[in-house]
């Protein structure tokens, strides 16, 4: 008689202990807690050599056609095909091309606090803007006075987001085909270049 | 104003004139003093991988000198045909294979005793780099000779060719788009060599002022690939980059084999000595 009581009250514990704490049910079942988290070690524990293969392989089909010794688009491929599918990989932000932030579009093009530089964005590496910055590359043109140029922000926002839509195989990266940049930071961008009080434009 | 602007727009056309002169010569003029000078701080890795070659023993008692001679009297002109395939290895190997597989075959090293890999794969541990620095300066004065004999070879040769043209990462770079294409442009003041075309492997290893180190030619390839930004699934998740191809691999020796090949002709003179 004891003992059956003892047993009703311990199942009933159990039962509370598994309906009110999910957790304290899950370490009942200790074999099952053991066994999923080696798989996942296992997962997480890649060589570097299989680790690099994936890298490589993640190359894209628009990559592949441009790996040749010209980096140019090679005969065979359309060009105006090959950037209407870049084209359609540009999405747009909800608030529009023109972002609100223009600082942090600023911080984003190249903080002038760290001499133009930007992990991110990093334009200076190739273009010039501000005449603050001076370490500035010239591989892409200068884009001082950007703005007044009459340049549709829409444009210079696909530029940015894929800039294989507009130049295919350029060495321009597609910072928001590969999600380098969000669409709302490419705004603020864009909004940066655009603004006539920005540094590019005075 | 307008004063202020031009003096400034003189500045931009003397910095990027500067840089332009700068990217030209093989090395810049305050380093070159410094060679006159006979102070080329590459010089301290020769004789550090000298003692090491010639005192070094491994678990089983020998040296490096103990097959290649004392100093590598045989090793002479070695480097200038790196690299190639080896029979003993069954792989194309680069300097740093080279070395680290003479390590474990011969020397007894465990390649997996972990105190032994710090010391050989760090870049300031003491075996690597000053072993790979002098006895490629054994080589100094010879001619680069690589030839693509071995089918192994070939083949790693294409691969490296390949690679050096393959657009790949969150950047869609490739070495070629810089250092091929757009040869002679500027990213920020840095000019962009062609080191296929100018035979650069003549100079390598070689002694890098800005970050104070010898650096190995398996160490300027890999570090290449940060600028890449690969990635496994996300290139904004920090366990999904891949910075750096793995050390000694074939991605590696085929860039190198690639450029070296190139080298073909030009005069070995290292260490080498960079801003």
């Not at chain 1, 696909?158 to 321009?172: E, L």
């Not at chain 2, 740093?96 to 005793?113: A, E, W």
């Not at chain 2, 790693?156 to 393959?166: I, T, V």
Request: hydrophobic share 35%.
């Amino acid at each position: 008689m004891k003992s059956a009581v003892v047993a009703v009250a311990f199942l009933a514990g159990i039962g509370l202990l598994a309906g009110c704490q999910p957790a304290a049910q899950k370490a009942a079942a200790p074999k099952e807690k053991k066994v999923e988290p080696k798989k996942a070690e296992k997962k997480k524990k890649k060589s570097a050599t299989e680790r690099f293969r994936t890298a490589l392989a993640n190359q894209d089909k628009w990559q592949k056609a441009c790996s040749n010794p010209n980096q140019l688009v090679p005969e065979g491929i359309d060009v105006e095909t090959f950037r209407k599918e870049m084209l359609a990989t540009v999405k747009f932000p909800p608030g529009g091309v023109l972002g609100k932030d223009v600082k942090r579009g600023e911080k984003l093009f190249g903080d002038p606090k760290k001499g133009g530089r930007s992990r991110r964005g990093n334009c200076y590496a190739c273009h010039c803007g501000d005449p603050q910055i001076l370490a500035c590359g010239n591989i892409g043109p200068s884009l001082r006075g950007y703005g007044k140029r009459g340049i549709d922000p829409k444009d210079t926002y696909i530029k940015i987001y894929n800039s294989w839509a507009v130049v295919p195989c350029s060495v321009m990266p597609r910072l928001g085909y590969h999600g380098v940049l969000t669409p709302e930071e490419i705004a603020d961008i864009v909004a940066y270049m655009h603004d006539p009080n920005s540094p590019l434009n005075k | 104003m307008g004063k202020r602007k031009l003096l400034l727009s003189a500045l931009t056309g003397g910095v990027i004139l500067g840089a332009v002169a700068t990217a030209q010569e093989q090395v810049p003029s305050h380093l070159q003093e410094l060679l006159e000078l006979g102070m080329h701080p590459g010089h301290a890795y020769v004789d550090e991988g000298r003692e090491t070659f010639n005192t070094l023993k491994g678990p089983n008692g020998k040296t490096c000198a103990s097959c290649h001679g004392e100093d590598g009297a045989k090793l002479e002109g070695a480097y200038a045909k790196m690299p190639r395939y080896y029979t003993d290895i069954d792989r194309v190997a680069d300097l740093d294979l080279r070395i680290l597989s003479c390590m474990t075959k011969y020397m007894g090293f465990d390649p997996k005793d972990k105190k032994f890999r710090k010391e050989f794969d760090k870049w300031n541990g003491r075996y690597r780099v000053p072993l790979a620095t002098f006895v490629a300066s054994l080589s100094n004065g010879m001619e680069i000779n690589v030839k693509l004999d071995d089918p192994q070879e070939k083949e790693l040769y294409k691969k490296g060719e390949e690679l050096w043209f393959m657009r790949v990462g969150a950047r869609d770079f490739s070495c070629g788009i810089c250092h091929t294409v757009l040869t002679g442009k500027r990213i920020r003041l840095q000019g962009l060599p062609d080191p296929v075309k100018a035979k650069v492997y003549t100079h390598w290893p070689a002694y890098r002022f800005g970050s104070d180190k010898m650096w190995t030619m398996e160490d300027r390839v890999r570090s290449c690939f940060k600028a890449y930004f690969l990635y496994e699934k996300k290139w904004d998740e920090k366990k999904d980059w891949v910075k750096k191809p793995p050390p000694y691999s074939d991605w590696v020796i085929a860039l190198e084999l690639y450029m070296k090949y190139a080298a073909n002709g030009g005069v070995v003179e290292v260490p080498g000595l960079l801003r």
